[in-house]
């Protein structure tokens, strides 16, 4: 009996033998040393793990050409795809009551493989379930894309909304969801809802947005193999979408994941891109020009991200900011690529502001780097005379500069920041009443960019844009401008017509202006209206405050705000009820 069990196990130990060794493919991306040992690589940057867990050195990877770059890109949102991919198991995909932090697909279509721009009426519409998705889509038309980019209109990025919103299942449901997510907005904060039509407005459920909202997910994690360019272009839409629609759902943790998302992605075809499609490729056909539009839009959202978030860094930023030292052939040849430049600016005065003014218990704040200081605002300068060259030359293609709602914006952003800038610093607080003029300034441009914006909407009703425009260059006046007259008539624009700049949105930022009014004036007394900034002790000043939206349910909105005051000790810390923004715009309209 040993001896056969011996044998049975001498066989069983050597049952392998019989099958030969099946020899992964080759990879076309992996390591080197994965691919010397014919192994699958799991694709990590810098290094691969696999190697690295095994005791091996990685000898990295060798250049790969343009067509696999995207590939590179989706796998460097892993911690994403990851996410949403263990959220859509735990659910139903038609579950009203689930949101995604995150967009990446597994695949996608391989139908819409080489799609090109130009050629939409060459391709069939998708059909449309029922009335309620064709009105959506109306309105996806009509409203929604026309706000998405108001600050700075483009036909081109339009037109490619739409087209992917009529030709691609996971695009079409994001943007109905964007598209119903927003009317309930505008419903929300109008004057009235008598002239809805009732079957629309009986359809619109708060679980109608988030159904679409599951099945863009569904459709972007359950789809076939397709090109990865594609791929990639889809995927960067549908996150520019989720981002607008988790800001307009007051979820702006959930909007700013999706952009985190969305840059990830964009991030390694950055430099294949931006690079060469930006101002003269607008027009060009092909997927690539594609993603080069849906990057640049993602890439403008994350440099805005910092105008209100203190730890948000914008991708790449210094090298950005390097690459833009020295301005192509010094000058500028259209007012896109001068906002371009001045965002870049403004999202660097805004970095070095944010990592600096940090509250302590000392109510102090460290001093900026004086040589980048000086850097930055020399390269304020530097744009403004560039800027105000390009709007004397006068070129026939771009006439009437001085009606472009956007040249007033620019210049209102541009002065804001350079104030910021030159202000700032420990114990300054004092020097800003020597701004004066250019807080004069900004509150004359800023009424111009909000009398653009009514004209444009064409009501006085709500409005939501995922850019970032005049409201917090109001906020920075209604806090830093000590003059009673320059700050209230700021104070008068935000609170003239209700919008939402992403997560900036006028009411509230109108009652924090309102309460820092408060604070610093009250050494006047209830019967004594200051007259003059002088009258403002510097103990009496707030120098640094910050502000957190609370959730409410139904009722008033609220505000947790924490604040310190110069030359004290301590953070104060408050909380300020918002009244509902449908009563104030009906007493701003009576």
């Not at 889509?137 to 980019?149: P, V």
Request: one cysteine or more.
């Amino acid at each position: 009996m040993d001896g056969v069990k011996n044998k049975n196990t001498k066989t069983g130990n050597q049952a392998w033998r019989k099958k030969p060794r099946k020899f992964a493919p080759k990879s076309r991306l992996g390591c080197k040393t994965c691919k010397i040992r014919r192994v699958k690589c799991d694709l990590s940057r810098p290094l691969c793990l696999k190697c690295l867990s095994t005791g091996r050195t990685c000898d990295g990877y060798s250049e790969t050409p343009l067509a696999f770059q995207t590939e590179k890109t989706k796998l460097d949102a892993t911690d994403y795809h990851k996410e949403i991919t263990s959220r859509a198991d735990s659910c139903d995909s038609d579950s009203p009551g689930t949101t995604m932090s995150a967009c990446v697909p597994k695949q996608l279509h391989s139908k819409y493989h080489g799609l090109i721009l130009q050629n939409l009426g060459s391709f069939m519409i998708l059909p449309v379930t029922g009335s309620g998705q064709a009105e959506a889509m109306c309105f996806f038309k009509d409203i929604s894309i026309k706000h998405l980019n108001e600050y700075r209109p483009c036909e081109p990025w339009r037109n490619t909304l739409m087209f992917f919103s009529q030709t691609v299942p996971s695009v079409r449901h994001a943007a109905i969801a964007l598209a119903l997510i927003h009317r309930n907005y505008l419903d929300r904060h109008s004057n009235g809802r008598a002239d809805e039509p009732s079957s629309f407005k009986d359809r619109l459920s708060d679980e109608a947005p988030l159904l679409h909202y599951n099945r863009a997910i569904h459709l972007l994690l359950n789809s076939e193999s397709g090109d990865s360019a594609v791929i990639t272009a889809i995927t960067l839409v549908v996150c520019y979408l989720f981002t607008c629609f988790e800001h307009l759902a007051g979820n702006d943790v959930q909007a700013m994941e999706h952009l985190r998302g969305g840059v990830a992605l964009s991030r390694n075809i950055y430099n294949a891109t931006w690079n060469n499609c930006t101002y003269d490729d607008v027009q060009s056909s092909g997927v690539h020009a594609i993603i080069c539009q849906v990057t640049e839009q993602i890439r403008r959202l994350d440099m805005q991200a910092g105008m209100f978030l203190v730890d948000w860094t914008p991708a790449n930023i210094q090298k950005i900011f390097t690459s833009h030292l020295a301005l192509c052939d010094s000058t500028f040849r259209s007012l896109d690529q001068a906002a371009d430049h001045l965002q870049i600016l403004v999202a660097q005065v805004m970095r070095l502001r944010s990592t600096q003014q940090q509250m302590f218990p000392t109510g102090t704040m460290l001093p900026l780097p004086s040589l980048f200081k000086d850097t930055v605002l020399g390269q304020l300068e530097t744009w403004s005379s560039l800027f105000e060259s390009l709007l004397q030359q006068g070129s026939p293609a771009e006439s009437g500069f001085e009606t472009d709602p956007l040249v007033s914006l620019l210049r209102l952003q541009h002065t804001i920041a350079w104030t910021l800038l030159s202000v700032y610093g420990p114990g300054r607080e004092m020097d800003y009443d020597s701004f004066l003029p250019q807080f004069q300034q900004c509150v004359a441009l800023a009424d111009k960019v909000a009398a653009a914006h009514q004209r444009y909407s064409g009501s006085s009703r709500s409005t939501f844009t995922p850019e970032i425009g005049f409201i917090p260059a109001l906020y920075i006046v209604g806090a830093k401008c000590r003059h009673p007259n320059v700050r209230r008539e700021a104070l008068s624009i935000l609170r003239r017509q209700l919008i939402r700049e992403a997560s900036w949105d006028s009411i509230s930022t109108a009652r924090v202006v309102e309460r820092i009014i408060e604070i610093e004036e009250a050494a006047a007394g209830e019967r004594q209206m200051v007259q003059c900034m002088e009258q403002i002790p510097v103990w009496q000043r707030i120098e640094a405050l910050s502000y957190i939206h609370v959730p409410s349910g139904q009722g008033a909105a609220k505000l947790g705000i924490a604040y310190t005051l110069c030359a004290q000790e301590g953070i104060q810390t408050e909380s300020l009820m918002v009244e509902r923004a449908e009563s104030l715009i009906m007493s701003n309209n009576l």
